[in-house]
Structure formats: C-alpha cells, structure tokens
C-alpha cells in the first residue's frame, strides 16, 4: 500500500510536469497531427493545444492512458504483469491526470493573479491617497479646535459656590 501511494503522488507531480512542459510548448502535438492529418485538417503552428494542455477529460485520459499501456508493453519484459503492476499503473494512470488539472487549476490562477495585480496596485493606490487626504482633514480640524478662542468657563468650583454648594 505504501508503495502505491509514492507512486500515486510521484504521478500526480509527472501530470504537473508534463501540463507545464506542454504549456510552454507543443511541438510534439504538432508533429503527430502534422503526420496524421491531411493539410486542410492540421492545426496552426500558432496554436498552443497539446496532448493534456487545453484538451477535455476524455482525450487526456486517452493520451495519458495511451502513455501508460506504452509503459507497461516495454516493462512487461522486465517483471510479469500481476494484480500489482495493473494496480500500480491505474494509480499512476490517475495520478498524472489528477496532476494535470492541479496544474490548470495553478496555471489559470496565476492569470487570474497576474490579471488582478494591475487593478489591485491601482486601488491600493487610491485608498493611500483618500489616507492622505482624511490625515490632512483630520490635522487641519485639529488646528482649527485649537485655535477657536476659548469661552471664559467658569470652573468647577466656582459652579458648586454659586449653587451654593461650598
């Protein structure tokens, strides 16, 4: 069991690899669809689609499971395929699909972030300058309170003397 949770979270961390290599390139997609496709079905060289970047559920469990069955051919050489090695495999197989969407949910949100900076800095900003402006307000009233001549009060002793109190 230990064992199948290293490598359930060694996959999820392959998964956010190859989101993010993708993500920076896809020359890869690009050449399998140059070769499968005729002209007039290829795809641009401009757009950024991969084999998990920016494709739906179904046709990323399809290549990452495609991926896998690969693996398992060429290891099948070298231990006999039982229940573990199916399990691991599964593991690794949703593992690496779990870690491409972690890897979306990263990538959009530091966009978003990205995206919000600008509008952020700029009410920062503008709740530093309406700070100014109150601390201004607030020390002019200052001045002027003590400014304001006084009215001759009569002090509390001399209250409690003509209310015949002392």
Do not use: C
């Amino acid at each position: 069991m230990t064992i199948e949770i290293i490598i359930f979270i060694a996959a999820i961390l392959f998964g956010i690899v190859i989101y993010w290599r993708e993500s920076r390139g896809n020359k890869m997609y690009l050449f399998f669809n140059k070769l499968m496709n005729s002209e007039e079905l290829q795809m641009k060289d401009t757009d950024t689609k991969g084999f998990v970047f920016q494709q739906n559920f179904v046709l990323r469990f399809v290549y990452i499971a495609v991926l896998f069955l690969v693996g398992i051919l060429i290891v099948q050489f070298l231990i006999p395929i039982n229940y573990a090695t199916i399990s691991l495999f599964a593991s690794m197989i949703f593992g690496t699909l779990i870690g491409t969407y972690i890897a979306g949910v990263v990538f959009k949100s530091s966009e978003i972030l990205e995206e919000q900076t600008e509008a952020f800095e700029h009410k920062l900003e503008e709740a530093i300058e309406k700070g100014k402006d109150f601390m201004e307000d607030f020390q002019s009233k200052e001045n002027k309170e003590l400014e304001a001549p006084k009215v001759n009060e009569k002090s509390a002793r001399e209250r409690l003397k003509d209310k015949g109190l002392l």
